[in-house]
């Protein structure tokens, strides 16, 4: 079994003039909804014992300045990679600014800002369940994404969506687009 490791590539978005027509594009069109925050890739440690990895667009890994979302993301099922939107919500809405103090903190700031403003990531993809799904079609990515119980990908009081009182102390980090 293949087990993707950091760092994977992220599809990205591309600029064009227009919208393609119905039609158009082999497998239609797709499209998420950009909130105020990083493009991530987070891995479940493909065994126990291993951490949590959290990969920036880039390649660089970012865990060690979001350690409360990957505390959340320990609860997931192993060997899970998916694709999706590191951000901070606070007062009701969502804050770059926070994001960024959260992405620049070091030391004892990390615990600080973790209280303060608690990440949450939004994923709209999985790049592998179990096995590798890259050569995937997105349909069967997607399905196999919006299949998994809100309570297997985490809970979001915060924001509205998939409320797990179990682990309503978790705040919410890890949520499925919808």
Known sequence: MVVLRPPVEPMLAQARETVPGPGVLPGGLAFEAKFDGYRALLFTPPRPGAPVLLQSRRGSLIQRHFPDLTAAAAQLPYGLVLDGELVVWHEGRFSFEALQRRAASGGRTVEQLAAAYP???????????????????????????????????????????CIDDQQQHDRGRVHRAV
């Open 119 to 161: 990440a949450h990531y939004i994923a709209f993809d999985v790049l592998q369940a179990g096995e590798e799904l890259l050569n995937e079609r997105y349909e069967h990515r997607r399905a196999i994404l919006e299949a998994r119980d809100c309570k297997t990908f985490g809970v979001t009081p915060d924001h509205g969506r």
